[in-house]
């Protein structure tokens, strides 16, 4: 089997119209009708609603927690209720890479920086796929594509077969669909 990778040379919110087109080409050829993308601020999202209207598609939009880094969500009221109201669905639901003092461990935060050796938003498509699957938003085993990105917008896609927090070992990646070409700066390179 052959299967094209998009690497984007730069991290740019340019990305994100690439990103999309990838997605639409992979969902149309697979027939996935669930599309599960990060969305901080709701741009993300709005822009996906709006592309991907008319085709079929759920979105499961996961923003940030409330309470991550700020009181204030940043993710608009008014955009959670549009999405719903267009048949979508937005989780607000706990962040598990991020739970270090919840659990009085360090396990997620050794799991979040394993996957961001791939990028930053394999570390996300990885985290909102379990998410979402622990709301009952997936079920086990179902084929999804997932959107995530690094800073603004998306740069990463994966498909992916979901499974629940607890049922970790059967999370599965199938494909990579595009992704940020990560390569170590010459200052990340040195030891401090």
């Known amino acids: 089997m052959e299967r094209k990778v998009v690497y984007f040379e730069s991290i740019k919110q340019e990305n994100t119209d690439v990103t999309f087109e990838l997605v639409r080409e992979r969902l149309d050829t697979l027939g996935i009708k669930k599309l599960v993308l990060a969305s901080t601020t709701g741009a993300t999202a709005r822009k996906a609603m709006d592309y991907f209207k008319g085709r079929g598609i759920k979105l499961i939009v996961i923003p940030h927690q409330f309470d991550f880094h700020r009181k204030e969500n940043l993710f608009p009221?008014?955009?959670?209720?549009?999405?719903?109201?267009?048949?979508?669905?937005?989780?607000?639901?706990?962040?598990?890479?991020?739970t270090d003092n919840l659990y009085g461990t360090s396990v997620p935060t050794i799991m979040a920086n394993l996957l961001r050796c791939f990028?930053?938003?394999?570390?996300?498509?990885?985290?909102?796929?379990?998410?979402?699957?622990?709301a009952g938003l997936l079920a086990g085993g179902e084929k999804v594509v997932?959107?995530?990105?690094t800073g603004r917008g998306s740069d990463t896609a994966l498909v992916m077969q979901a499974a629940s927090s607890q049922n970790f070992k059967r999370l599965r990646v199938n494909e990579i669909i595009c992704m940020p070409y990560n390569e170590i700066t010459p200052d990340e390179a040195e030891y401090k």
Request: glycine letters at 10%; one cysteine or more.
């Open 146 to 149: 997932v959107m995530a990105g």
């Open 119 to 134: 990028c930053q938003g394999i570390k996300v498509c990885f985290e909102i796929t379990l998410m979402a699957t622990d």
């Open 77 to 98: 009221q008014d955009l959670v209720k549009a999405l719903k109201e267009s048949g979508h669905e937005v989780h607000f639901g706990t962040m598990l890479f991020h």
